[in-house]
């Protein structure tokens, strides 16, 4: 089974919000990166997952 790993600007454009609030969410959340690509943090499905479930309870409500 293939991991696909994002970065927040990914996740962001998946998710439909802007990368200051995945950003800010990723960091109030503790939401961790599970590799690095030099200064680039990857993110895997578990924290889309996590981001899309902070954004329900925040009540955005474009977040795909």
């Known amino acids: 089974m293939e991991v696909r790993l994002r970065t927040a600007g990914v996740?962001?454009?998946e998710?439909?919000?802007p990368i200051h609030r995945v950003q800010y969410l990723l960091k109030?959340?503790?939401i961790?990166?599970?590799a690095r690509a030099g200064r680039?943090?990857?993110f895997?499905?578990?924290a889309l997952n996590a981001?899309?479930?902070a954004l329900?309870?925040?009540g955005v409500a474009n977040a795909r």
């Open 11 to 13: 996740l962001a454009s």
């Open 15 to 17: 998710l439909g919000v």
């Open 28 to 30: 109030a959340r503790g």
């Open 32 to 34: 961790g990166a599970k």
């Open 40 to 42: 680039l943090r990857l």
């Open 44 to 46: 895997d499905v578990t």
């Open 51 to 53: 981001l899309r479930e």
């Open 56 to 58: 329900a309870e925040s």
